[in-house]
């Protein structure tokens, strides 16, 4: 799928949201704090996959790998109105207007962590939002540079281009704390970065260029 493909919501008609869904997806998009979980049922079984809802969205058959990227780099103009989706250290939630959710799994190997480096205006955020969350500099080269603390490994060191929404998405490995430093137009910002647990930050708002 294109970056700057459409992704149009079902044609179906659109059911009311219920208050579930909405407080879990508010509260994990672009807020700094919530840690819960809603990916199971009232009697704590697991969310059932919506495979019809991914495919209704042009996800079909992909893995929360393949999603990530895909939403990540939609154009804000082209993005879904109806769709929600929440980047976990362990699971990505997916849910829509009509009330439909399901939790993907998490690579093993790899923790995503999408980070929006700013200057003049930023905003909390904790865990990612795919469809919600928006940066500053869009559409910007910056150099990215990201170490591992423990090795002095240089784990990424190359110019990425931000998103449409001010975003620069990372996939780093698990179970290791990092230092980043984003330099653009002559200003730079470092900040530390932890891949260990399931309450670890994928969404970085602080990284202000000086």
């Not at 990540?72 to 879904?80: E, G, I, M, P």
């Not at 699971?91 to 980070?115: N, W």
Request: with cysteine; proline share 4%.
């Amino acid at each position: 799928m294109s970056p700057h493909t459409t992704l149009h919501a079902p044609a179906r008609g659109v059911a009311v949201v219920t208050l579930a869904v909405v407080a879990a997806l508010v509260m994990a998009a672009c807020t700094a704090g919530d840690q819960g979980t809603p990916n199971a049922t009232a009697d704590g079984g697991p969310v059932a996959p919506q495979t019809d809802m991914l495919a209704d969205y042009g996800l079909a058959g992909f893995d929360a790998r393949q999603v990530i990227d895909t939403l990540d780099a939609v154009a804000v103009a082209d993005r879904s109105g109806t769709l929600m989706a929440s980047v976990r250290p362990n699971e990505l939630l997916v849910s829509d207007d009509q009330g439909r959710e399901t939790s993907l799994a998490m690579p093993d190997d790899v923790f995503y962590v999408s980070v929006a480096p700013y200057v003049e205006q930023t905003h909390d955020c904790y865990f990612h939002s795919l469809t919600t969350c928006k940066g500053e500099i869009r559409n910007a080269d910056v150099r990215v540079v990201v170490t591992d603390k423990a090795t002095g490994e240089t784990l990424i060191d190359e110019t990425r281009t931000t998103f449409d929404n001010g975003f620069v998405g990372l996939w780093l490995p698990r179970n290791i704390d990092a230092t980043i430093t984003i330099t653009y137009d002559g200003r730079s910002a470092t900040t530390d970065l932890s891949t260990r647990t399931d309450e670890d930050a994928t969404c970085v708002t602080t990284m202000r260029l000086t």
